[in-house]
């Protein structure tokens, strides 16, 4: 049996759905899990958590948790119950549980910081779940036209011109990275960065000083994996390689692998995200001298539907938990022997 402080250590950064599909798939392995989350987000009813409430934003840090979680028995219910989204109530419709057990909570034991860790110890997480800073800071996205959007959602569903490429993107104010953030990359045997929506959930993480410096300077492998889709407002039209480059505008060329998806995709859901002006995402990378391009199949079968009350767009088709686990746990295995 291999003792828990020889277990290997992967790192996932990055937020939302992307997220929590990579740590629901590696939790049924022996690692030693982290996951590092973006804390910019102003949408939905994280708007309502930090307006209302004066924390940071806390539904990238739930799913993260219930990813994590124990699913069995007891634990499996409130994994659900975390989950649960209500779709009645004057003052709380559109709101999760999880948002708002995490608030109270926050306040019983006086700092979000621990109950974001007491809120493990509930769903007996299998990992930890780091905010990557504990600023209250927003993202800002300047455009091509030269116009800024000072908020995260306006970024995600903008009122603008969707196709209009985004050429600066910054934190305000500031943020300090967490220590435990910083720790835990250099720590790590492999570095998990998405998927997720580039500008939104992957991207803050890379804008928080020091921990570009931590990732260039790491030890372990460094792994993106490449989204399934195109983003209207973020990525119209990209390609892989014009991922990338975003990418190593913050971190250089410090990327090993780069996992590509190489299934088709349902007729029936790309005709549904074709309305939205969004693609699928084309491979045009190659081997290079500094990384490697990893294709599987990776798309699950599920299209996904979102609840009534969720003012969010969602995404229908996403990375199969299961599969992309098997090919990470390969680069660990390769990357450590």
Known sequence: MT???DQKRIVCIGGGTGTFVVLRGLKQYPYTLSAIVTMSDSGGSNRRIRDEFGLLPTSDIRQCLVALSDENGGAGLLRKLFMYRFEKGTGIAGMTFGNLFMAALSDIVGSQEEAIRQTGKVLRVKGSVIPVTLTDTNLYATY????????????????HDGRMPIVDAYLKPTAKPNPEAL?????????VVGPGDLYTSVLPNLLVPGIPESLKAAKGKLVYVMN???KFGQT?????????????KQI???????IVNSAKLSPKALAIYAKYHEVPVVNDLVD?????????ELVGKTLYAKSSSDALIRSLIRHDSDALARVLVSLVERSTV
């Open 3 to 5: 003792n828990k402080k």
């Open 144 to 159: 091509e036209d030269g116009h800024t959007e000072t908020e995260e959602h306006l970024i995600d569903e903008p009122t």
């Open 183 to 191: 720790a835990a990359v250099r720590a790590a045997d492999l570095i």
């Open 228 to 230: 399934l889709m195109t």
């Open 236 to 248: 119209y039209n990209f390609t892989a390689a014009d991922h990338l480059r975003v990418l190593e």
């Open 252 to 258: 250089g060329k410090s990327i090993d692998y780069v």
């Open 288 to 296: 290079t001298s500094y990384y490697r391009v990893e294709e599987a």
